[in-house]
């Protein structure tokens, strides 16, 4: 397990940050998704409103294999991806009221589940860092 540094942090709880989710399946088959709702919770965990399930949450179930990036098309361009587990979808409890409530509240949609993901990696894919592993 890996820690996020702050400013990966920041960037991944920054509501005008792009971000994505890439998975894969079994046989290897990627899926790539736009994830607003992704939020680092603490240094170790980044979570995701579940809001329409589909290929991003078989996947997950599978493989537990994922990769998340967080990035603004602006300069100066900051960008970090991080590699992580699948750690399961939480239905009820805290984190899926608090994190519910919130995704409700910005987005205007209902979520099915929270995904967690424990951080295993975190490189920057901005410059002038690009590549470069920072955990």
Same mark, same amino acid.
């Given at each position: ?7 990966v ?16 399946? &079994? %046989? ?7 994830? #607003?709702? =992704?939020?680092a919770?603490? $240094?170790?965990?980044?979570?995701? *409103? ?32 991080? &590699? %992580? ?7 009820? #409890?805290? =984190?899926?009221?608090?994190? $519910?409530?919130?995704?409700?509240? *910005? ?29």
């Open positions: 397990m890996a820690e996020m540094p702050k400013e942090m920041d960037l991944f709880n920054d509501p005008a940050a792009s971000k994505v989710l890439a998975t894969c399946d &079994k %046989g290897g088959n990627l899926n790539i998704a736009p994830k #607003g709702s =992704l939020a919770i603490n $240094a170790e965990t980044l979570v995701y *409103a579940d809001i329409f399930g589909g290929k991003t949450r078989e996947n997950l179930e599978a493989t537990q294999k994922v990769a998340a990036v967080a990035f603004k098309p602006a300069p100066p361009f900051p960008g970090f991806q991080v &590699k %992580g587990t699948f750690q399961g979808f939480q239905s009820s #409890g805290p =984190l899926y009221d608090n994190f $519910a409530a919130e995704v409700k509240k *910005a987005l205007k949609m209902d979520t099915k589940a929270v995904g967690v993901i424990k951080v295993d990696e975190v490189y920057s894919v901005g410059p002038p860092r690009t590549g470069e592993k920072l955990a």
